[in-house]
């Protein structure tokens, strides 16, 4: 009974094309994330969600949009896909808002590889 | 931005033995969580603390909130082989670093020797 789930957990694909990462938290969250993992391990936020409308949105190139259908859903749309997306992107939720007492739940990760 | 320091970046104990990790802002923080992220997984949290001097155990895991806001430790009792892992610190700002999100140390990659 998986709190955040996301897939593909493994995802392979040439540089050009476009991709999608689903995410779905079954807590009642009202906040879901998007981060980036590099190579180091390092974990940077890309994108935040709160109750179906974007909050804050990091500078991250625009090839990169995250959709949300409902609070439970936060996908990760990817175009035209370049060698440096190549990352593990993981996705998280939170009770509310960045901030204060909200820690955040991650799923297991979905690693992207850009050929 | 902001960024946290972590240390040390890497560790190769004996079981049985002691761990000690921190990490350190240059400015304050009000939040410091403590994540562990074995292979393959997402980071999962460890230990929350929320207050300045917030001393908390979570099993053989002991983490402290600074008193001066500016840093976080984190200990770890008689490790175990299962303790392997890489372990991030996170925290809030409140000046609303990195867009008032969590922003993370750059992780602590523990191997414990049986």
């Known amino acids: 009974d998986t709190a955040v789930s996301q897939t593909p957990k493994y995802l392979v694909t040439q540089m050009g094309n476009d991709k999608s990462i689903k995410c779905e938290q079954n807590?009642?969250?009202?906040?879901m994330y998007w981060y980036k993992q590099d190579s180091k391990k390092f974990l940077k936020i890309m994108f935040s969600y709160n109750n179906k409308e974007l909050i804050i949105n990091e500078t991250v190139p625009n090839r990169f949009s995250p959709k949300s259908p409902d609070k439970a859903h936060l996908n990760l749309h990817i175009n035209s896909l370049e060698l440096g997306d190549s990352a593990v992107y993981f996705c998280?939720?939170?009770?509310?808002?960045?901030?204060?007492?909200?820690?955040?739940?991650f799923g297991a990760g979905s690693r992207l590889t850009v050929l | 931005g902001q960024q946290l320091n972590q240390s040390p970046q890497s560790m190769f104990i004996q079981e049985g033995e002691d761990v000690s990790m921190n990490c350190t802002s240059s400015s304050i923080f009000n939040t410091w969580l403590w994540y562990k992220q074995d292979p393959g997984e997402g980071p999962v949290l460890l230990i929350a603390?929320?207050?300045?001097?917030e001393l908390t155990s979570n099993g053989r895991l002991t983490a402290q909130f600074g008193i001066t806001r500016k840093d976080s430790f984190l200990n770890i009792s008689a490790s175990i082989p299962s303790d392997v892992g890489i372990y991030f610190c996170?925290?809030?700002?409140?000046?609303?670093?990195?867009?008032?999100?969590?922003?993370f140390g750059k992780g602590t990659k523990l191997s414990v020797k049986p």
């Open positions: 996170a925290g809030y700002s409140p000046y609303g670093g990195s867009q008032g999100n969590l922003i």
């Open positions: 998280a939720s939170s009770q509310g808002p960045p901030g204060g007492a909200n820690v955040l739940t």
């Open positions: 807590l009642g969250h009202d906040t």
């Open positions: 603390l929320y207050k300045a001097g």
